[in-house]
């Protein structure tokens, strides 16, 4: 257990909506990340952070915001949802080591 | 342009048997490869990693093989059970601070009873 807790764990939206994700640590983590998982690609980078106010675009970062005001929490925010954002999105975290990161469980999200 | 790739989407082996996982990449700035399991309706969660510098790790029953020079790494399950029926994904780091993971597409497998 990472001590990683995602909110909404599930959501249905209309397009055209603001949709903010949460993802709350609880071990004191510099390095955050936000994937999104859809079938026939993966996991893909959308942002991540490595600080407070330290943000940084990953491969799949078009229409998606990120804020880091606490340690412990990384805001994921669609400014206005779109049926192609319709996907499961996990928030993950790096280890003290550097090199493995854990993931949470996921906030299944759909745009109608 | 995919740097990590997993050829197979799907696998299927008979319990008791040994799966074999492939994976293989085009960056040799990759410094670190890992192995991440997901069952449906939950995070993925890691399963086992090695080193650029080793070309084995070996965790109970599950061994990772690094072959640098053929770019290739392979994950082995002996012997296979039916709970190991889920999505495996190959993930790669970048060495350096940055350090962000690279993953395949993933393989899918079924262990049958």
């Known amino acids: 257990d990472a001590g990683i807790t995602q909110s909404p764990r599930h959501k249905v939206t209309e397009t055209g909506t603001p949709v903010t994700l949460r993802c709350h640590q609880t071990?004191?983590?510099?390095?955050m990340y936000w994937y999104r998982q859809d079938p026939g690609h993966g996991l893909r980078l959308i942002h991540y952070?490595?600080?407070?106010?330290?943000?940084d675009k990953g491969e799949v970062s078009d229409g998606y915001s990120v804020s880091r005001s606490k340690t412990e929490d990384f805001l994921l925010t669609l400014e206005s949802a779109t049926s192609s954002q319709t996907s499961v999105y996990f928030c993950?975290?790096?280890?003290?080591?550097?090199?493995?990161?854990?993931f949470g469980e996921g906030s299944w999200l759909t745009v109608v | 342009d995919q740097q990590v790739k997993q050829n197979s989407p799907s696998l299927s082996v008979q319990e008791g048997r040994i799966s074999i996982l492939n994976c293989d990449y085009t960056n040799s700035m990759f410094d670190y490869f890992l192995w991440y399991k997901k069952y449906p309706a939950e995070g993925p969660t890691f399963l086992i990693s090695?080193?650029?510098?080793?070309d084995k790790n070996e965790d109970g029953r599950f061994t990772v093989f690094l072959n640098k020079s053929a770019k290739h790494l392979s994950l082995h399950i002996v012997p296979s059970q039916p709970g190991d029926s889920a999505v495996y994904f190959c993930?790669?780091?970048?060495?350096?601070?940055?350090?962000?993971?690279?993953f395949g597409k993933g393989t899918k497998l079924s262990v049958k009873p």
């Open positions: 952070s490595y600080g407070v106010k330290d943000t």
């Open positions: 993950a975290i790096r280890d003290s080591t550097g090199n493995t990161i854990y």
């Open positions: 090695i080193s650029s510098i080793k």
């Open positions: 993930a790669a780091k970048y060495g350096g601070s940055q350090g962000n993971l690279i």
């Open positions: 071990e004191n983590h510099r390095y």
